[in-house]
C-alpha cells in the first residue's frame, strides 16, 4: 500500500513556476512508477508527465513538454514536478499517482492504482 500526499500548490501569475512535491508513504516505493495528473472542474482527469521506477523514463503530454520536468529522490520517498512559463489554462488540481504496472508511460489514469488527494495551482493572466 502506497498513502501519497501532494504539496507545493499556489497562485502564480503567468509566466512563473512552481514546484510540486508528493511524499510517499510505505517501503516500496522505487517499485512504483509515479505519474502527475490534472483535473479542471467538468473534465476528465488528464496526464501531464510520468517517470520510472529507476529515473531512466520519463513522459509528458505535448501541452507541457518543454516547460515542465518530472524528477523522483526514491531516498526520500518524493516525486517532483517542476512547472516553468505558467500558463492560464495550466490551472488545475494536480494529482499525483503510483503503478507497478508497466504500460504506466501511457499515461492512462486507469493504470494507476494510488492517489493523492490533489493540490490547486492557479495561474493568473
Known amino acids: 500500500q502506497v498513502q501519497l500526499v501532494e504539496s507545493g500548490g499556489g497562485s502564480v501569475q503567468a509566466g512563473g513556476s512552481l514546484r510540486l512535491s508528493c511524499a510517499a508513504s510505505g517501503r516500496t516505493f522505487s517499485s512504483y512508477a509515479m505519474g502527475w495528473f490534472r483535473q479542471v472542474p467538468g473534465k476528465e482527469r488528464e496526464f501531464v508527465a510520468a517517470i520510472s521506477w529507476t529515473v531512466i523514463g520519463t513522459f509528458y503530454a505535448e501541452l507541457v513538454k518543454g516547460r515542465f520536468a518530472i524528477s523522483r529522490d526514491n531516498a526520500k520517498k518524493t516525486v517532483y514536478l517542476q512547472m516553468n512559463s505558467l500558463e492560464a489554462e495550466d490551472t488545475a488540481v494536480y494529482y499525483c499517482?503510483?503503478?507497478?504496472?508497466?504500460?504506466?508511460?501511457?499515461?492512462?489514469?486507469?493504470?494507476?492504482?494510488?492517489w493523492g488527494q490533489g493540490t490547486q495551482v492557479t495561474v493568473s493572466s
Open positions: 499517482a503510483a503503478t507497478q504496472k508497466p504500460t504506466y508511460w501511457r499515461g492512462n489514469r486507469n493504470d494507476y492504482t494510488y
